[in-house]
């Protein structure tokens, strides 16, 4: 592995341009989100209608909550439950690393957050900050160890029930296993375990093909441009037709408001942070370390065996990103008793999972029923 | 503007073949050895770039980069 020169001008070059990177990446989102706004516009003006209102309220987040926290690596964000269910454990939220947490909350009636307020959870998230020039040194152990556990610190309740989604599933696992006392029930969503079997991202990254370390000796974080672009080939003609599609649904002022939320939120990434690139790619796509038990964080390996809290695994059967068999893995691996593991599959993709609206008409309710029974 | 049934019914059956072949392209085999291999070199070349570029500073510069 070639590191970057120690005292060299493209390595001080770098690390400045990561900072300003950042910045330079909320302003490609916003200007995404906008360009959507302004093409859906024109599909309402081209059939006599009004454009979807009021547009600068797609983007964010939809229900109310407060900044508990500013911390280096995420913000901790709280979600109060109107009326709290007496003796719950509070929620916490885990999204990917890579994504903004919000499609959890994307419009007032597509919330996953908002669903688990209204059963009476209290919900607390942690939203990722982009990584800067600290990316290229930060690793699994500071997010498992550091923002995790401190999130759920913050709390103030000895135990959470935690939500991970996608590689937050991950995450959130990573830490189930590592202070199981603190989890009172892990309910994961389209979360790759057995990374061999997550499908086109294995071949992908695969070692014959893929050097993650070149790429980040290269860009030092992995830039949300280059992310995408690995994501668009798993379904390439999609990008293409997204227009046409925008035009489709332009008479259905909800529909349309639907789809511009979905893909203004697809455009809003964040820099994957290098250290803990090279860690995801080397460890667990490429040599399968997790399942292999040889997954190191902080210098210890995980052992899904030490998870032991009630499990509602959730699995997205059209999943391109974690592929069905990849997440069922996890089953057999965790010390949770028999009786206490579920595995849910539902007919959608990786994202359908929170924003669908056949989701949030049959699979959070199940969901919920679930956290309520075990949280 | 799309209107009619029939009209839908084409149009899902084109994106249906439009992204079953674009798949096909992009799995082959051949199209990510050739993938790989350009972005190797562009790598390869960048990390050459900034040697060089390192290289030529090296005079100016102190370590307290």
Partial sequence: MMQMHKNSATRAWKRAWLDAADAFDRLVAAGSRASLHALAAAARAARGEAPIAPVMSIGGPASPHRVVSDGKLARLLHYPAAQPRAGAAPVLVVASLINRYYVLDLLPELSVLGALNRAGFDVYVLDWKAPGAAGPDLRFADYVDGAIADGAAATGAPQVALLGYCMGGTLALMFAARRPERVRALCLLGTPVDFHASGELARLTAPERFDADLMMDAFGNLPPALLQSGFKLLNPADAAFKTAHLYADAGDADRLRHRVAVEAWLEDNIAFPGGVYREYIRGLYQDNALVAKNFRVAGEPIDLARVTAPLCNVVALRDSICAPPSSRALMPLVGTPPEARELYEFDTGHIGLTTSRRAHAELWPRIIRWLEARA | ?65
Avoid: C, S, Y
């Fill in chain 2, 1 to 65: 503007v799309i209107a009619g049934a029939e009209a839908q019914k084409w149009l899902q059956a084109w994106e249906g073949a439009a992204a079953d072949l674009a798949a096909a392209f992009v799995r082959d085999p051949r199209t990510l050895a050739f993938g790989a291999t350009m972005l190797r070199a562009h790598l390869a070349w960048r990390r050459a770039g900034e040697a060089l570029a390192d290289a030529i500073w090296a005079p100016f510069v102190g370590d307290d980069l």
